[in-house]
Structures are given as structure tokens and as C-alpha cells.
DNA sequence: TCAAAAGTGTTCAGCGTACACCCATGG
DNA sequence: CCATGGGTGTACGCTGAACACTTTTGA
């Protein structure tokens, strides 16, 4: 590997790149990626190994000329290989205590033995200062077909994976409570937003939705009455049959309308 | 008026304190205070006049060891006079273009002719720089008694008022359009947080209620169905019936339940 | 033709809307 | 005792939970 592709490499992750000033000061983006599979709501969480293991929610920080969302999207995108996730902002944590001093003292330990072993010039050896104050974070949560998903480590990642969300390891600081937050958010939010077809992939049956709603509410539904309730939402366009081989009635696929969330906005109320 | 007096009001205010480097650069944390009279939903808006006027959401910055929450209620303190206000945080925003040189620029000179009229010395003379950046903004909406309110105006307001929610006048930036939001968010989280009764003084008719969620919602509610809406949330305590001295049946006054919220947040779902 | 799952139809209870009725109060 | 507005009770319609029934499919 030559100097200049470690170099790049280097750029690419959000620890090497302390230094940069062109970030805004004392604000990060924290995001709780959701996937589903086999009947597990997962979200994706990188592992540092480094005297000790630390997970850390993917998180990253805004450039001077960038919209929140803009960065969100872009720190999402490195993480995952996808672009256009989809993501809500959900909640800002800005407790005074929010810094990570001790986390960051061994990161620097960790960040200065990359540098060596790598063999860059001095030059690069990032300047922590502005890094080791306290931080407001925006929350943000995303919803990804788990299948599209290519898991993308930092340098110093050991590892990036998926976790239940019943078995999530302890994180750095306050991201335990991040990702609490985030799926009370999404909860709250999936009837209004109906962003839930965004964990499946593009066609898919009722079952499939049903599934996911179990998981997420940790509940069982009437499987009668959860049809009529998903299709009574009108977001849904039927496609043809899926076969499946199995001796019984083959079920519809189905996909999500491009329009859906336009027309559902217009509601009316009735008289109380 | 002694220089320290005024020395001191002008450390009171946001706009002289610029030059502090105590604040979380480029972030903010702008405030929709509502409150309610006659039938008219209210906001508190500061007026700036210098070649021109210029309405600003009531704001703030962050201090480094304080909670953004505190910093929240910090602001409202110093606009209201009241202590421990309720508020809740609703929204980031963070366009890139979200600076306001231009406006930043007018407030440059106005200060500067303060602090020539105060015959301040020099060294007061505020480092703009860090002020003219591009600022991420935390909204906060706040709901408040507005008969305990004294608004306080900053030295370089010209003004501070109420302005009836469909009479704002257009303000700097962003502002409006967070005004708008911080508007749907309240009437999102109304039944929910059960947050109404702040607009109130401690005892009330459930025709005060019933005013007020009208002049949110822009609609009627029956009287009788109305009322067993609100007490079925089981947050009121009825007290003594209220002396109208009018010719009919004196309503009764409630007061909102301190551990309300508690118990109300224990929900039982049924099976879809 | 049978089993299993999908899709549709049909009760029935409960809730919320609408409204009738009674109560309290001061003129 | 009447007008006015507050408080309570009740009928009715609609929604949605529960379940019966029909349809589809491969073995």
C-alpha cells in the first residue's frame, strides 16, 4: 500500500481527521442505523479495540458549508455504501458533561501508533484540542434495507456489525441512551411518517410488514385486521404474486408509492 | 446613569456579550415563547431598530459548562422574569446559509454607537468574528402564564411584545419558518405531553381550556363532549366553584395534578 | 383432496359524536 | 321564574377488534 492511498485512507475516517478546522466546533452527528432481519430489529454499531472495547454509535461532525441533514446523509453514507438513506433527525443531547476525555486520551494513543506504523510524515498528527471539549450532538436515526447494506470500518474500527437490538453492547458516554431514544422516536413516528417500508426492500408482502411492526412494538397483531389497517393507508401499490413454493395461496407482493406521503398529508378531521 | 450600571446591563445582554469565547461557537438556541389572551395566541418577539427594524426570535447561546436545556431556561429568564418555565426542545436547524452577515452587520455598528454613548472605554469593544459564522440553532418552544409575564427588553431592543400568531411580522432569517414549526410541534405534542395548561394560571374553568384549544386548532369542540375529553386525562383536580356573578350555574375550577404526567404515562394498548 | 396460508366478509363491543335534559345563579 | 351557561346522562353511528369463511396453492 503506498503512502499516498494510506494518506487518503487516513482522510476518509472521522478519527484521523481531528485536525481539520473546516468542521464546526462542538457538534457531532450521532446515528442509530435500524435494519431488520429475521425477526430482529439491528442496528449497526463499530467496535474499537484498543485496551479495552469500545463501541461507539457512527457518528461524524459538519462541515462549515453543509446543511445538518447534508452530513448526516454523508456520514451514513460511509458507513453503509448507500446514499439516499433514509433519516430523521430526532433529538439534540446537550448535557455539559457530554465529553469524552478519558475515550479520547486512548484514541490519541491508538491515532499516533496508526500514524507510525503507516509511516506519514509529522505533519498529519492531528491536533486534538478543539476534539476533547464538550460536545452537542443531533440525533439522527436511519432506516435501511439491511441487504444493500455494505458495513464500511474506519482505520481504526475493528470491527462494524449488526446487533440486536435486545443484546447492544455499552457504548461510550450517553449513546446507550441515544439509541433508547431513537427507537422510542421511531416508534412514535412510524404510523404518522409511515417510513417502515424503508427497512424492507423494494417489493414485499403484507406478512412482511406485519413482521416488522411485531418487532418493533414487541407485540403480536391479528393478522386479518393488521392487512386491512396497512392497506387502508393507501401507500401501497399491489404488484403481481409472489411464488413461493409453498402449498398454499401465494401472496400479493407489493410496493411503496413514490406519491404516497403527498396525498396522506391531507387529512381531515372529524368533530369532537 | 453610573459606567458600572451601565457596564453591567450590557453584559446582560446577548448582543453586547459577543465577545465571549465562553459560548459554544456557532451554535444558538432560539426560543418561541407562546401565551394566550383573549382568544389569541400569543408570541414574544423582540423589535431591533437601526436603519430599519428587525424582529428576532428571542435567543441565546450555549455557556461551556451548561446544559442546553438550562441554557433554554436561562434565555427565557432573562426575557420573562420567570424562573423554571416550561419548554420543550422541537427542532435543529442547520442549513449551511444559516449566518446573518448582513443583519450582523447593521448590529456591528448600532453597538458600537452604545458603547460610544455609554463612554465605555475601548477594551469592551466586542470580536465580532466568531458571530458572523455560519450558526446551527436549536428550537425551543415555550408555553407560559402570560399575566406572569414582564417581558424584558435588551438594551438595543426597541421593543418587546406580543404579537398574536397570525400577525408576526417577518423576521430575520430562518425565524418565521421556525415559528411555524415550533406551531406544529405544539399542537403535536398537545395531547400527548398534556402540556396546555402552562398557557394557564394555576386554577381554571374547562371553558379556559376549551378557548384555548380552539384558538391552536382553529376549530370548534362541543362544549359537553369537550369536557369529558379533558377530564377523562385524569390530570385536574377540581376545587371550589369560580364567582362569575353572572346569572348561571358558577363552573367549577381545576388545577393541573403535579404527578399527572406520571401517571399518565402508564398506557394500556388494545390488540389491533 | 388435504393442509396451510392468503384474502375477504361479518359480527359485535366500545368509543366518540351529538344532543337532550337537569342544575345553579342573578336579575 | 326566566335567561344563561355549567354539568350529566344517553342514544346512535362508526370504527376496529375478533373471528368465520372462502380462495389459492403444492403435495
Redesign the interface.
Known amino acids: 500500500m503506498g503512502k499516498e492511498i494510506a494518506l487518503k485512507e487516513l482522510e476518509s475516517t472521522r478519527w484521523i481527521n481531528l485536525s481539520q478546522q473546516n468542521y ?4 457531532s452527528i450521532d446515528c442509530v442505523i435500524f435494519g431488520y432481519q429475521d425477526r430482529q430489529l439491528k442496528v449497526l454499531i463499530p467496535k474499537l479495540s484498543y485496551k479495552g472495547d469500545f463501541w461507539v454509535l457512527p457518528s461524524g461532525f ?1 462541515l ?8 448526516a446523509e454523508r456520514i451514513l453514507r460511509e458507513r453503509t455504501s448507500i446514499k439516499g438513506i433514509y433519516l430523521e ?1 430526532f ?2 443531547f ?3 458533561n457530554r465529553n469524552s476525555k478519558e475515550f479520547i486520551k486512548l484514541l490519541k494513543e491508538l491515532n499516533a501508533e496508526l500514524i507510525e506504523n503507516t509511516k506519514l510524515n509529522t505533519d498529519v498528527h492531528p491536533d486534538y484540542e478543539w476534539f476533547t ?2 460536545f ?1 450532538s ?1 440525533g439522527y436515526y436511519a432506516l435501511v434495507d439491511i441487504n444493500k447494506v455494505v458495513p464500511q470500518k474506519s482505520l481504526i474500527d475493528e470491527s462494524i456489525e449488526w446487533y440486536n437490538i435486545h443484546e447492544i453492547p455499552p457504548m461510550v458516554m450517553d449513546n446507550n441512551e441515544i439509541l433508547e431514544n431513537a427507537l422510542k422516536a421511531l416508534r412514535n413516528d412510524i404510523d404518522e411518517k409511515l417510513n417502515v417500508f424503508n427497512l424492507l426492500p423494494e417489493k414485499f408482502t403484507i406478512a412482511d410488514v406485519q413482521e416488522i411492526y411485531e418487532t418493533i412494538f414487541e ?4 393478522r386479518t ?2 392487512q386491512k ?1 396497512i392497506l387502508e393507508f393507501n401507500v401501497l401499490e399491489r404488484l403481481e404474486k409472489k411464488f413461493t413454493g409453498a402449498a398454499n395461496k401465494a401472496p400479493y407482493l407489493y410496493r411503496f408509492k413514490d406519491n404516497a406521503l403527498l396525498k396522506y398529508s391531507q387529512s381531515n ?1 372529524p ?2
Open positions: 464546526i466546533n462542538q457538534v459538519v462549515q458549508d453543509e446543511d445538518i441533514d447534508q452530513a433527525q433529538q439534540v446537550g448535557k455539559a471539549k464538550r452537542i443531533i407485540r403480536t397483531y391479528i385486521n393488521f389497517k378531521l368533530q369532537i
